[in-house]
Structure formats: structure tokens, C-alpha cells
């Protein structure tokens, strides 16, 4: 008998039809003799619904109490979930019950919609679990230390299944999902993508930053911290097809180098269409530039990414960086008010309209070349660069916004990881 945390995402949890299914899943795995705890999303579009009608009432969205009422309302999402998904099993002839956050609890810090989570308390599960039940534990939320109901970001119940998984040791974290593992690039984006077998750990960790939304990063996180057997999987499958054929489907996340399957030197190609350039022109070009301009950014909690500065001409210089795109609006404004007066910059220009791709793989540490082979195919293809970024296993390229799709689907070729046609 093994201890096994499954996670269903919004899509998979999209209908009563669907969640019926997940129901009889969920059973056939109880019925194989394993214990289970379930982790779903709240059903497709419903997180979208219940944030559009908040911004309706509050378009300008700041303030930290605001942004403890989007969590109350955020999080119901979930809780209607998990009820329906505990009756569905209930009529399968499970015993069944189902938790918000905060009853389990799932303690976080009070970072309202990015909260992390700090510590699950495993009792009440346990004791369920020993009594026979299928426990149902809402993706998504938690509970701050003053007992507000917080969120965990964009993507957050992947996050809440693999720490829920961390805290019972449980023996492995099955994420299911609308695509039947983690493929070489989105396949949405590129239909030729394959999936892989098994993903190492550092290589999920920087797809996951860099842009692939399969998994949401803090998941990999934890699922690195606490050595957590995680894999991602189809909720599409017959849900009657044997436990142990699903049992090795999808990608595993590997911790383990020698247990990668594949050895291209490029795993994987990541995107990200999120963020938005801001350049400072004309900067005097002397010592605490880079503070006094990213100080200033950092201090309205706004996150950076990738920075450039130029060589300067005649003691003046531009300096470049990408935010996220929800803050360029605010970053230009604090840059005009602020920044460019206390500089004596000459002025500021931005655009929204660009996309970061990323190519990883843990062989680009032993292969010298990989990062040129990146800039030729790109431009081969006519494509600007406008920054790069490298760290040991990515290199990144910011471009134009409207040539992502080519970009990616060019380096998808380039580095042969299209999937060979028969
Ligand atoms: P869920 O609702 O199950 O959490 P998500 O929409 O959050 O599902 O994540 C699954 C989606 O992630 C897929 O439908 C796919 O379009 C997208 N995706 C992006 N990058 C990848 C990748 N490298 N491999 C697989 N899917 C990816
Ligand atoms: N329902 C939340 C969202 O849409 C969390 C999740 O799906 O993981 O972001
Ligand atoms: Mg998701």
C-alpha cells in the first residue's frame, strides 16, 4: 500500500462529467489498495470568472486589503471543487471528505495572491486517511498567521499538491493534467514537440521559471527541497486503463542525472510572453546607476529580470531591463516621476510588446557552441535580438513579441527536437 497525492487541474475538473471521472480515477486507485489524497483545482475558468468580477468593482487593484478580499474570492473556486469532487467519490461508494486550506491547515506567509506556504499541519489527514477516506484538500489557498484566507499565485494548486505530498512523505505526487506529460516546448505552440520520459529536477526548475506553465515553479521547488517523486500526467486516459500502466505514464521529474532518458544537449525550449522592456536613456555613466535606478523599482516591490547596460559615449550610457508586464505601466511612471529627474537621464522608452525564449538543457554545461547555434538560427530567420541572458544550463533571448512563435518553433528544429516523422 503506498500513500499517493494526485492533482487534477482546472481543465481536467471542468465539468461534472469530468469531475465524475476523476471520481472513478481516484476509486480504481483506492480499489488497487492504496491510500490517496486528492488536489484539485477549481473547475476551468472559474479562477478567471471570479477575478474578472473583483476587477469589475476594482480596476486598479493595489492595496493590500483589496488584495486580501481577491483571495477570499479567488480561493471559493477551489472549495466548490473539492465538495463536488467529495460527493462524486461518495457515489462511487468512497468514503470521502474534503478540506478548505485553512481547516487543514496549510499555513503561509500574508503575501495576499503570492503567498508560500510555511507549514501543513498532517494531522487531520492522517487520521482520515487511517480511517479509510479519500481526503480532498483545496489546491490554490492557505491560511495566514492572523487567519485570513490567502492564495498562492497563478497555478498555485500544483504548488499545494507537491507540498501536501512533502508533508505526509507520501510516496509519489501525480500532477494530472490536459497534456499527457512535459513535452520539448508547449505543444500548443509547436504540434511537433515530444513528450519527455523523464525530466531532471533542474531542468523542470528552469522551464518552470522561464516561462513552461505546466508545472508552477514553486511546485518544482518543493518538489526539489523535499525530494518529492513528482510526475505529470493525462487525465484524458480511459480513467479504467490499469494503475499500473498510469502508474508509469507522463514525465517523471528525475533527481537523478543518470536517470534522464534522453540525452540531447537542448532538453527543452521555454517561453514567456509576460514581461515588458523599459530602456533609461542618456544615463550619466558613473558609479550606482544600476542602483539608484533598479533601488528605486525594487523599493515599489516591482521584480526584475533581465538587465543590460551599454558601453557609454561622452559619460553617458542606456540602461535596459524587462519587468513583468502587469508592472510596466507603474515602473514607467515611478521612472518619469522619479528616476529620470534625480539622474539627469534624458528620458525613458518602454515596450510592452516583447517575449523572452529560453533554450535549456544540463548538456549545455559540457557543449561549447550551443548559445551561437541559438543566435544563428534566429538569425537565419531574420529575428532581432534585443538582450541575452545566460546561466550554466539556459541561454535566453528577449525578442519582438510577434516573431515568438517562429523563434520557437526554428529552435525547436535547429536542435533537433521535433518529433521524427514516420
Ligand atoms: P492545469 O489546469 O492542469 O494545471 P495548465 O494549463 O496549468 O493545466 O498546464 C498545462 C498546459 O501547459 C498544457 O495544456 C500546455 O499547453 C502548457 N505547456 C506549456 N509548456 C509545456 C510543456 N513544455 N509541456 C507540456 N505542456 C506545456
Ligand atoms: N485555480 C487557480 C488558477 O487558475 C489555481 C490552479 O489552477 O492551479 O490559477
Ligand atoms: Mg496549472
Redesign the pocket.
Known amino acids: 500500500m503506498a500513500l499517493i497525492v494526485h492533482k487534477?487541474?482546472?481543465?481536467?475538473m471542468g465539468s461534472t462529467e469530468r469531475i465524475r471521472n476523476v471520481a472513478k480515477r481516484v476509486a480504481k486507485w483506492v480499489r488497487a489498495g492504496h491510500q490517496l489524497v486528492v488536489v484539485p483545482?477549481a473547475m476551468?475558468g472559474e479562477t478567471n470568472r471570479l477575478l474578472g468580477l473583483a476587477k469589475e468593482l476594482a480596476p486598479q487593484v493595489h492595496s493590500d486589503a483589496v488584495l486580501r478580499e481577491l483571495d477570499m474570492i479567488a480561493s471559493t473556486g477551489e472549495q466548490v471543487s473539492v465538495g463536488l469532487l467529495s460527493i462524486a467519490l461518495q457515489a462511487e461508494g468512497m468514503q470521502a471528505v474534503s478540506y478548505a486550506g485553512w481547516q487543514v491547515p496549510i499555513k503561509t506567509d500574508s503575501a495576499f495572491t503570492k503567498a508560500r506556504i510555511q507549514s501543513i499541519d498532517d494531522a487531520r489527514v492522517r487520521a482520515d486517511l487511517a480511517a479509510g477516506k479519500v481526503v480532498i484538500i483545496t489546491g490554490f489557498q492557505g491560511v495566514d498567521p492572523q487567519g485570513h484566507i490567502t492564495t498562492l499565485g497563478r497555478?498555485g494548486?500544483?504548488t499545494s499538491a507537491v507540498a501536501v505530498a512533502a508533508a505526509l512523505k507520501a510516496d509519489e505526487c501525480l500532477i494530472?493534467?490536459?497534456?499527457d506529460?512535459?513535452?520539448?516546448?508547449?505543444?500548443?505552440v509547436v504540434p511537433e514537440?515530444r513528450r519527455l520520459k523523464a525530466i531532471s529536477f533542474e531542468e523542470m526548475l528552469e522551464?518552470a521559471s522561464l516561462g513552461?506553465?505546466?508545472l508552477q515553479i514553486r511546485s518544482v521547488e518543493f518538489a526539489g527541497k523535499y525530494r518529492v517523486p513528482t510526475r505529470v500526467l493525462s487525465s484524458f486516459t480511459p480513467w479504467d486503463i490499469p494503475v499500473a500502466e498510469e502508474a508509469v505514464s507522463g514525465t517523471l521529474i528525475s533527481f537523478e542525472e543518470d536517470e534522464k532518458m534522453e540525452q540531447a544537449v537542448v532538453s527543452?525550449i521555454?517561453f514567456n510572453r509576460d514581461e515588458a522592456k523599459i530602456t533609461v536613456l542618456g544615463v550619466p555613466d558613473k558609479p550606482g546607476i544600476a542602483y539608484q535606478i533598479l533601488g528605486a523599482v525594487a523599493d515599489a516591490n516591482i521584480d526584475v529580470d533581465v538587465i543590460i547596460q551599454n558601453v557609454s559615449h561622452d559619460g553617458k550610457t542606456d540602461f535596459s531591463f524587462t519587468v513583468h508586464r502587469n508592472d510596466y505601466d507603474r515602473t514607467l511612471d515611478l521612472l518619469k516621476s522619479k528616476v529620470v529627474p534625480a539622474l539627469g537621464a534624458a528620458s525613458v522608452s518602454g515596450d510592452p510588446k516583447i517575449c523572452k525564449v529560453s533554450i535549456v538543457g544540463i548538456g549545455m554545461r559540457s557543449h561549447a557552441g550551443i548559445a551561437s547555434k541559438m543566435f544563428g538560427t534566429l538569425s537565419a530567420e531574420g529575428i532581432n535580438i534585443q538582450m541575452i541572458t545566460t546561466s550554466e544550463i539556459k541561454t535566453s533571448v528577449v525578442i519582438d513579441e510577434k516573431y515568438m512563435e517562429l523563434a520557437v518553433r526554428a529552435l525547436h528544429k535547429a536542435f533537433e527536437l521535433d518529433e521524427p516523422k514516420n
Open positions: 487534477y487541474g482546472g481543465t481536467s483545482s476551468s497555478g494548486s500544483d494530472y493534467t490536459d497534456v506529460g512535459v513535452y520539448t516546448t508547449d505543444p500548443r514537440a522551464m513552461s506553465k505546466v527543452g521555454a
